[in-house]
């Protein structure tokens, strides 16, 4: 909110903004939206100078208008939708990862969370020739993991470095420096952040970084183990989209974990279908 000062604008000068703020006018929002014709006979200043001020101030810190069309227009050549890799989960996610929103993957510790990360960032910079910021907050980022990934990509060794190179991973370890990461590149990366979760007293499983944290995420998907998959050798999970600005609340997807860490391909499922 600007406060009224002398110098802020041509005409506004000291005695004015006394006047003005001995009737209550402080900021430019309060000049604005009043009635000049009451506040000049109220403060003696004259109704002529006052619109002039305000002319200038509203031509200074309002708003041009746009209308919907031209927003749309400047939406579809400012966002990029980066596929995961997985048509499975492209689907889920409409497309795949919009730039410009938070994408959160939340689940219980095992329930895939890192793995589907690592596979998206080794699609990202393989298939996609993007770089690649990962952030490790917990300490448990393995390089052997991710170069398995990216031999299961390519053989070729020129590649398989290359598509490292453009993998950057930065470890954090305390709110402030998370916060410094997000700070200085908030402006050019989109973010890709996972959550544990916990149990709510009907034992419903939620996000465990809180309520306030639950308004952050524009997509929210819920990782969980396949019930009846432990010990038959596979490693399935079941991808659950619980928020979303474009798709309805509930869809699943079935993904497969190889050995090697890679997301296999799966039949999209239906919430009834599990």
Not at 131 to 142: A, E, H, K, R
Not at 152 to 174: A, G, L
């Amino acid at each position: 909110m600007v406060i009224l000062r002398e110098g802020l604008c041509p005409g506004l000068t000291a005695d004015m903004v006394c006047a003005l703020k001995n009737n209550s006018i402080e900021t430019v929002v309060d000049l604005v939206s009043s009635d000049l014709e009451e506040i000049a006979r109220k403060s003696c200043v004259s109704y002529k100078m006052l619109v002039a001020v305000r002319r200038v101030l509203l031509a200074e810190y309002s708003a041009f208008p746009s209308n919907g069309a031209e927003l749309y227009e400047e939406l579809k050549s400012s966002t990029a939708i980066l596929s995961t890799g997985n048509r499975s989960l492209d689907t889920l996610l409409d497309s795949g990862l919009y730039t410009g929103e938070v994408t959160e993957f939340a689940g219980a510790a095992g329930s895939g969370k890192t793995q589907v990360c690592l596979s998206i960032a080794v699609n990202v910079s393989h298939s996609l020739k993007q770089n690649v910021l990962y952030i490790d907050s917990t300490g448990g980022f393995m390089a052997s993991r991710l170069f398995q990934l990216v031999q299961s990509k390519t053989q070729e060794e020129e590649e398989q470095v290359e598509v490292m190179q453009r993998i950057e991973v930065v470890r954090v370890f305390d709110v402030y420096k998370m916060l410094d990461v997000f700070q200085d590149l908030r402006c050019s990366f989109s973010q890709q952040v996972t959550n544990h979760v916990t149990r709510n007293g009907n034992s419903s499983l939620r996000p465990a970084l809180g309520r306030s944290w639950s308004f952050v995420p524009s997509t929210r998907i819920l990782l969980e183990q396949k019930e009846g998959c432990q010990g038959n050798g596979t490693n399935q999970r079941i991808a659950t989209l619980s928020k979303s600005p474009r798709q309805p609340a509930g869809l699943c997807v079935a993904l497969e974990i190889g050995s090697s860490g890679v997301l296999e391909e799966n039949p999209v499922l239906s919430k009834e279908g599990l």
